[in-house]
Structures are given as C-alpha cells and as structure tokens.
DNA sequence: GACTCCAGGTAAATCGGTTTACTAATTTTG
DNA sequence: CAAAATTAGTAAACCGATTTACCTGGAGTC
C-alpha cells in the first residue's frame, strides 16, 4: 500500500494541490498560511506518514543537533574508564536543554583525524589534546567550535582543565610523608593512533612534572618511581597489580586513574596483600564509584562531571557567538584509608 | 587571508579550471582521471584547506556514518548505569570495523519520539522498547533499520534479548532456598516521557513474572514482596536501602541492577549492616565492576557486552539487506557470597 | 577511410529540504 | 477612492556534495 519511496516534502505539496514552500511553512512557520491551508497540509502530511529527513534539513539549517566527543581510542576501550563516562553526563546535562544529542566519534579505520573530518557536528569536544594538535587546525578550517577537556591551556582555544601538576605534587608529597620510597606509577598506555600524536598524553607529563618536584623536594632520585603502563581499564588495572607485586619491592601505587586502582584492589584482594597495611594505593579522578572501595581510595579528586557541564556550557556558549574561553577547575586531595606507613 | 566562508568542491574547480564532476572523481574515484588533473586537483584542494562537507555528502550517499542509540532518559541518567556502558562498548565494537560512530539520542525536550525523527543515523538501537511502541512504526517509514534490547520478541521486529522470566525465577528460587520470606525488590523508576509509554519496562513486566511464579512454588503469597522504586544509579541504590533498612523487615533485597546493589553495599557498610549474615543481597546484570564487591555479589550475570555486540552485528547485517533476527542470550546465576540463611 | 572504442572530462540532474524574491488578491489608510 | 500595506501563496535559488548521461578527440581495427 504504502510506497516503497521515502515520502519527502513534494510528495505532499502534490498530493495537497500546494506548493513545496507552502509545505515547509505548514511545519516551520504556520502564521504565514491561512489556518485552513495549513491543516490540509498537515492531514497529508500525517496521512502520508511523513517524517522530516534531518540530513537534508541540515544542509540548509547548518544545524545538526548534535555534540561531537572525539575519542583516541575504540569505544570499547574508551568507555572501560568510568571516568570518560562521568564528563560524557556532564556534557549531556547542559547540552540536554539545547535539544542536543552527544556524537561519540572514535577513530576512522584507526585514524583520528580522519574521523575528525568526517564528524556531521555542531561542535566538537576532544579529550586531551593540545593547541598544536591537528584536529584543531581542522576545526578551525571546518568553522566548528571546539572545545578540549585536559588538553593545554593555549593560545585561542577553549579548554576546560584542572592544575595537574599542583595536583599530582599534593598527591605525592603525601604519599612521600607516609616514608615511601619505592614508588609504582601506572600510566596508560599511549593511544597510538596514526596522527601523529602517539605520544604520552599532556595530562600525564604534567602529573609526572608535579610528581618529579615533589620527589626533589623531599631529597629523593627519580629513580625511587618506577612506571608500569597498562590499558585504562579494570583488568589493566589487574594486571598492574600483578606486574608491581612481581618483586619490585615497591611500597606504594599511584595510578593514573582510579579504574586501575579498582582492578589493584581486586587483585590485592585476590592474592591476600592488605591495603594499605601491605601496599599503599592512590589515583585521581575520584569517580562516584570509588565510594564503594573498601578500605577507602585516597585520590585526587577531580570534577568529571562538572568538567563536562562546563566544557557543555562553553560550547553552548561558542555555538551562540560567545568568546574562546579557559576554564581551571579545581581539584582536592580526598584523604581516606589506602596509603598508610611503609611495611618494615 | 583565508577566505572567511567555507572552501566548496564549487571553489576548487573553479581556482582548478576544471568541472565540479572532476574534484569530486579526485577524491573518489582517481581511475577515472589522468594523473596529471587528479593531482593538480588534489594539490589545490589541499593548498585552500578543503574538507569535504559530511552533511552534504550525506544527503546523496544516504550513509550518516552513525549508529543512534535511542534513550528514554537524559544521558546524564542513562550513564548512570555502568550496564548501559558496557552494551554500549559492545555495540561499538561491531560498529568499528564499518567507521561507525555512536550518536546517543536522549529525549528531544522530554519526547523521545520526536528524539528519534530527528535522529540523523543509519541504524537505530532502542533499549527496553517492545514491538508496539511508536517508534517501531516511525522507524520503518524512515526505513531505518531498527534493533532492540531487551525488547519482545515479536512479529518483524529484530532484538536480543534474554529470558528475563526465567533468569529471575532461577534467582529468586534461590533465594528462597535459604528461608527468606520477606523481599524487598528494587526496581526502576519507570521513565515517564510524554510519548505514552511511561510504563514499566517489559523487562521488569517479564522478572516480575519470574519471581512470582517463584513464590507460588515456594507456597508463599505475593505479598511476601515489597516493591520500592529508584532511579538506576549508585544513589539510588543508596536511597533504596535505606527505605529497606527502615523497619520493614526484609531479609533480602533483589535489586534489578548491579549497579543498585553497589549503592546497597556502601549503605550497608556505612551502616554496620553485614552481609549476607544481617541481610542478603542479589541483583541483575553481573557487570564487570560488580568484581570488586566484598563480599562477592550473587547475580544474575547478562552478557551486557555481548548483547551489544550482537546488536551490532544485526544492525550492519540490516544495513546490508540481510533478514530480521531474533537473538536469545544465555543468562547465569553467579553464585557468591551476598546471599545467606535468614538471620534469627 | 569509415567504424568502433576508450580515455578524459563536462553539464545538468539529484538528494530533500529552507529561504528569498516576487505576485496577486485583499484590506487598510489618508 | 487611489495609494499603501497586508495576507496567502508560489517559483526558483540554494545548501554542497554525488551521479548520470553525454561529449570530444585520438588510437585501434578491418
């Protein structure tokens, strides 16, 4: 019964004895049709079955109601850290009253950029990429409001960060005055990706500035920190685990993240090793579900959420014409139960 | 210097000398062009910074390149839940292979239908929606290809999905086996969006079920179950035990999700309350972070990771013309230690 | 030398809407 | 009552690509 054939807008205009103008008027502006006209057109339009095609209203509106996320990784190993998870909320919380819905873009074939180009966005937000990044030549060329999340403070582009290095220096000192002097730092594993930027990301160069001062502050070598890299993930946090228990001899973790002190807990957990009578534990991020660690996971606390709604809140701002603008949000150091003295 | 407009295929071939045909076989289809024109063109292409429109690439190819996940809630309240995580990990980890991005489609100013005719996407995934919602019959005018989770299995209508009925007596008979005879179920706040189907989920519809069959063997009366209502997050799991734990005598609590019994835990904890020897607990989904409870959850463990998954790969198999499938998963009863005999 | 092929390229149609500029009929205004 | 303004509607341009159908000149064939 029905055509096999998308109904658009001229199929209406025919069936209705009107023009295709008159059409979109009925939909989008129905106080420059007389009333009678616009419910006839209406009547066919639902008789029709006939749905608006977003594609090719966009061409014209320049408007696709949707938030680009540009991610480095698979969405598979991106959203194995809760943490992507939390600003993914913020940005959707302020986004939600603009009617915008949130693009996850993951590599194109493996390429960033590529996937970068091919994005049908408003605006886009990239996670921890810095000013000299392409992605960010490409949006300026694209005309498409960009926004990164712990990328660099620089020059003409909006960010939404934390201080890392202030950050990491607090978190380390207070290990250090628990008398550690064997310490495990896990890193992520660089994501690489054939852009060019497989390098470390920005964040963890400056957690490890802030981790080496603190380090010559308190009169100890570089070398007193040994660095395991590892998947962002629960059971990369595991395997950290297993790789700094291997008779390292190290006293105290710091991980990059809080999704691998969980997979550490677990694995503590599993081979008898006390926390932190045993091992001292510490991470950032301080996600939601960090609450249900016992005994409790001493963390720099960072405002995921927040930093989402915020990043949220300057894109809203920048799709409205609004300036470039540099966002530092604060972190706290959330003392709890997981480092404590060095085992004799 | 640069132009402040966008840089067109238009622009190329006119600084090029040549037809807008010709840029557009520079990039798609070189063969057809010697060498010579292909690169002089790729050169100027490159030399005025082109990006090819998506949107406009788009209205032709009829390929967005995304796959849309239908929401009923905001995304700051559907992420909530690690489960949705994790069927989203497995969604994109088909969809990565065909250069598909994930658009996560919340209500559209609270109506989820009007959310999905505006959805620009290939393919659409809706979680919990049975065949007789309305966008079952949008999508097929739109003759968009359209998956469900933990849908119904139904007439046309591809969707994976579990035996829910039978997953939740398995549970509860379990349950029972240790005595219990007052429950506390914790479901989820049904999302009431303005599209009429502010019921409670078909999942829920079909656990009930299951448990009530359950009780009738177990000779209990219905009333043995008391119902408390949530939303589906930590807090909410929080908010739920405190509720049970305010003098209603329940033994146990089955929550509908892991998420909800994580929330148990920390109160529980935070209150002194052991488990499973003051109060048992058991719940659904068996996420990956469930792995760090103590002590271990008892749960029924739905392959979140793998429905996704499998969702995907139906959707790219509908997008290449293949037939609507039906998927049943296996579920299992994790047996660990949150469930324990009556307390005197 | 007439005929077919083919490589290399183009003009115009198309995708499905929105928007601009214009017309004709009616109403208001001075 | 003529001029101006408003109402209701339309034709055509436009958004920026892809794709179809066609053209042209030269090589290969018989």
Redesign the pocket.
Known sequence: MRSST?V???DIAEKA??????V??A??EPS???S???ERVLAMAAQLG????PV??T???RRTGSVGILLCQPVEEALRNPYLGEILQGIGSSCAGQGLSLLLVPPFHGQVMEAARRAAVDALVAIGVGPDHQVVDLMQRRQIPLVTIDGCPGEGLSNVGVDDEAAAYELLEYVLGFGHSRLAIVELEPEVYSDGSGQTSAVARRRMAGFSRALGEAGLAVDAMRTFRVDCSLSGGMAAADKVLAGTGCTAILAMADILAMGIYVRCSEAGIRIPVDLSVAAFDGIQLSRILQPGLTTISQPGFEKGSEAGRVILSLLDGGPVRQVLMPTTLQVRASVGQVPD
Chains 1, 2 share one sequence.
Not at 50 to 53: G, K, L, T
């Open positions: 998308r658009t807008i001229k004895g009107v023009s295709k103008t008159t979109s008027f939909f989008n420059k049709l007389s009678a006209t616009c006939y749905v608006p095609d090719a209203r061409l014209t509106t």
